[in-house]
Nanobody, 117 residues
Framework: QVQLVESGGDLIQPGGSLRLSCAAS????????MAWYRQAPGKQRELVAA???????SYAYSVKGRFTISRDNAKNTLYLQMNSLKPEDTAVYYC???????????WGRGTQVTVSS
């Protein structure tokens, strides 16, 4: 079992920056890849960024060049640095962890990011 707790969401003006954090606990050693997803009102949850245990990253086209995903294995924490925020980035952001060898996905409860003037 893995527990994930997100933090850092806020109301921010367009063009601003935020850093989201996701603290992991439980069976940490079983975590392989981690990711951030987001879900805007009335829309499906979408993958924003992912990072493997080796540090390889990938991003959705809509956030590439503006968002940076990173993980601090010593602190068991995943981060999402978000710059040049746009109103369309408004959503609940969820942390996700994939475990091995038993394949399972774990989710946090989410943190609200609202980009508005």
């Amino acid at each position: 079992q893995v527990q994930l707790v997100e933090s850092g969401g806020d109301l921010i003006q367009p063009g601003g920056s935020l850093r989201l954090s996701c603290a992991a606990s439980g069976s940490i050693s079983s975590i392989s890849a981690m990711a951030w997803y987001r879900q805007a009102p009335g829309k499906q949850r979408e993958l924003v960024a992912a990072i493997t245990s080796e540090g390889t990253t990938s991003y959705a086209y809509s956030v590439k060049g503006r968002f940076t995903i990173s993980r601090d294995n010593a602190k068991n924490t995943l981060y999402l640095q978000m710059n040049s925020l746009k109103p369309e980035d408004t959503a609940v952001y969820y942390c996700n962890a994939l475990t091995v060898p038993v394949l399972a996905h774990y989710w946090g409860r989410g943190t609200q990011v609202t980009v508005s003037s």
